[in-house]
C-alpha cells in the first residue's frame, strides 16, 4: 500500500526559509527516482526538483541555488527532504512529494507573503 505524507509548509517572509519533509511508503519509491513538485492556483502542477535512487539531484532553473533536495532510504519508507532557502513570493504553491505513483497526498501549503 503506497502513502505519501508532506510537512513542513507554512507562511514565510520573502527571503526566509522552509525544510518540507514527505515520508513515502510503499515498495515501489525506493528504487525509484523521488521529486517534489508544486502547483499553484490556477496553474498546472510542475516539477521543482528530483533525486535518483542513488542520491543525484536535479532542479528546475528557477530554483537551483536556492532548494536543496535529499533523501533518506529506509526499509519500505523513503523520507525526502527539501531545503528552501531565499524563498520569493512566486515559491508561493502546495508542495507534494511523489516517485512514481499514480495516487498523491495532500501536499503542504508554502506562502512567501510580506
Known amino acids: 500500500q503506497v502513502q505519501l505524507v508532506e510537512s513542513g509548509g507554512g507562511l514565510v517572509q520573502p527571503g526566509g526559509s522552509l525544510r518540507l519533509s514527505c515520508a513515502a511508503s510503499?515498495?515501489?519509491?525506493?528504487?525509484?527516482?523521488m521529486g517534489w513538485y508544486r502547483q499553484a492556483p490556477g496553474k498546472q502542477r510542475e516539477l521543482v526538483a528530483a533525486?535518483?535512487?542513488?542520491?543525484?539531484?536535479?532542479?528546475r532553473d528557477s530554483v537551483k541555488g536556492r532548494f536543496t533536495i535529499s533523501r533518506d532510504n529506509a526499509k519500505n519508507t523513503v523520507y525526502l527532504h527539501l531545503q528552501m532557502n531565499s524563498l520569493k513570493p512566486e515559491d508561493t504553491a502546495v508542495y507534494y512529494c511523489?516517485?512514481?505513483?499514480?495516487?498523491w497526498g495532500q501536499g503542504t501549503q508554502v506562502t512567501v507573503s510580506s
Open positions: 510503499g515498495s515501489i519509491f525506493s528504487s525509484n527516482v
Open positions: 533525486i535518483t535512487p542513488g542520491g543525484r539531484p536535479n532542479y
Open positions: 511523489n516517485g512514481g505513483s499514480p495516487s
